[in-house]
């Protein structure tokens, strides 16, 4: 039987993009999509409304549609989450187990389930973050991902469950607007430089992340799901790096396309946040493992976000 595909948590910032390359790579038929409401966007394949905390609703639909594959997207992510700690938990680790139990049943093969550079904390090395290291996370969020990663890593080892995942930098795209997450100032800041011409910034000016542009994160995310089971070395979650930038280096690089935009600093809670987290990431097991390797750069990703920007704004006025 081909693969076909449940993408729970569908409309979010990744979501919205990987279902549209799964629908491309496997057929439109074999990829549903699926999320706690009804879209706003209009659907081009299956889609149902999901709670990814009812197991009995999550296990029907896998019958349904015969499901062998499941990306599980839905989480609270940092900022939001600090604002609702038990909600959070709740949401992002039985999620998680709803899934884990229906692949150790046999009722799926193959898990995708993201992880974070949320799971370091204050103590970790901050330059070229290790693959392992020290993870002593200081929010809720980076919490729920390394119990998470612990646990994906338990059921592989002890109930033999092919899980996989990727510790994502934080996303940057111009399909979706920001989500709640410490680092969505990098997909905000687009917004605001092209309607605006000015943007405050969350963060401190040399508050340097890393950061990834989403076809990148799209393309890791089937690659590693591509990749054959013997390449995955690593169960827990793999280290996934792209950009590292702060909030004036990436202004800087937008001011060379929109000469009248300024930015000004307004650090809130999520400056904390940010201050727990790497600057830069050694993703070398990615790339040894299943051939991992970026293609876009800061200038390369910063004129393709106003490219396509300026696109669907122009869309919208006519």
Known sequence: MSDRILVIGSSGQIGTELVQELRTIYGVENVVASDIKEPHN?????????????????????????????????????????????????????????????????????????????????????INTPQYTIMEPSTVYGISKQAGERWCEYYFNQYGVDVRSIRYPGLIGYKSKPGGGTTDYAVDIFHKAIEEESFECFLSENTTLPMMYMPDAIKATVQIMQAPKENIKIRSSYNLAGISFSPKEIAEEIKSHIPNFS???????????????????????????????????????????????????KKKVI
């Open 42 to 126: 209009e659907q081009n394949g299956p889609f149902e409304v999901l709670d990814i905390l009812n197991k009995e609703q999550l296990e029907n639909i896998i019958k349904k549609y015969q499901v062998t594959d499941v990306y599980l997207l839905a989480a609270l992510l940092s900022a939001t989450a600090e604002k609702n700690p038990e909600f959070a938990w709740n949401l992002n680790m039985n999620s998680l187990f709803n899934v884990l139990n229906l692949a150790k049943e046999g009722v799926i093969k193959k898990i995708f389930w993201p992880s974070s550079i949320a799971v370091f904390g204050p103590s970790t090395p901050s």
């Open 263 to 313: 930015i000004s600093y307004q650090p809130d809670y999520r400056q904390k946040i940010a201050n727990s987290w790497p600057q830069s990431i050694d993703d070398s097991s990615a790339k040894n493992d299943w051939h991992w390797n970026p293609t876009y750069s800061l200038e390369k990703m910063t004129a393709d976000m106003i490219l396509n920007l300026n696109l669907s704004l």
